[in-house]
T-cell receptor, first 114, second 114 residues
Framework: DTEVTQTPKHLVMGMTNKKSLKCEQH?????MYWYKQKAKKPPELMFV???????INESVPSRFSPECPNSSLLNLHLHALQPEDSALYLC?????????????FGPGTRLTVT | QKEVEQNSGPLSVPEGAIASLNCTYS??????FFWYRQYSGKSPELIMS????GDKEDGRFTAQLNKASQYVSLLIRDSQPSDSATYLC??????????????FGKGTKLSVKP
């Protein structure tokens, strides 16, 4: 089973709202990732967690705040977003962080900022 | 700067033909190579991973890797209309502090005509 789940599927929020995206996996993976994908572009890495610790932050604005409360869960807290932040937000996981490990993506959350 | 190049397409093939998707990468220390399939509006789905020079077959899919030429390809035999999607090539390596980060190409859009 290589299932990563994400909620919600769709989210519309105003620029003053606070919302959270949730990602969950039960494959025993210890690396989890947040990506952002704009239309007709490849995914862009935002954050990497390894063993529940933030490993990589790809210079993401502070209005995006990740959290990894346990080995199965990954959250992305959103606050004061801009319309240009509208995108598909993808969560992925891999057994460990490293070049030899396959990453499996969840279905994504389609975010629209109005 | 690490780069992964793919023809954007669209690549159009008739049903039953072989579709050939190509990818080149710039960084010689790249060590693992992945092909993802992404249907419109959906998340990337891992099809194949390859780590060593040569061919790797899985059903109708064959991945080919030539590290000397910095080239990786994906062949899809007996193409079906359901194979119509964007195919993303991704590369990873021991890139110092970015170990395990996937570097994506822009994707090739494949259209299989009935």
């Amino acid at each position: 089973d290589t299932e990563v789940t994400q909620t919600p599927k769709h989210l519309v929020m105003g620029m003053t709202n606070k919302k959270s995206l949730k990602c969950e996996q039960h494959m025993g993976h210890r690396a989890m990732y947040w990506y952002k994908q704009k239309a007709k572009k490849p995914p862009e890495l935002m954050f990497v967690y390894s063993y529940e610790k933030l490993s990589i932050n790809e210079s993401v604005p502070s209005r995006f705040s990740p959290e990894c409360p346990n080995s199965s869960l990954l959250n992305l807290h959103l606050h004061a977003l801009q319309p240009e932040d509208s995108a598909l937000y993808l969560c992925a996981s891999s057994l460990r962080q490293g070049w030899s490990y396959e990453q499996y993506f969840g279905p994504g959350t389609r975010l629209t900022v109005t | 700067q690490k780069e992964v190049e793919q023809n954007s397409g669209p690549l159009s093939v008739p049903e039953g033909a072989i579709a050939s998707l190509n990818c080149t990468y710039s960084d010689r220390v790249s060590q693992s190579f992945f092909w993802y399939r992404q249907y419109s509006g959906k998340s990337p789905e891992l099809i194949m991973s390859i780590y060593s020079n040569g061919d790797k077959e899985d059903g109708r899919f064959t991945a080919q890797l030539n590290k000397a030429s910095q080239y990786v390809s994906l062949l899809i035999r007996d193409s079906q209309p359901s194979d119509s999607a964007t195919y993303l090539c991704a590369v990873a390596g021991n890139y110092g502090g970015s170990q395990g980060n996937l570097i994506f190409g822009k994707g090739t859009k494949l259209s299989v005509k009935p």
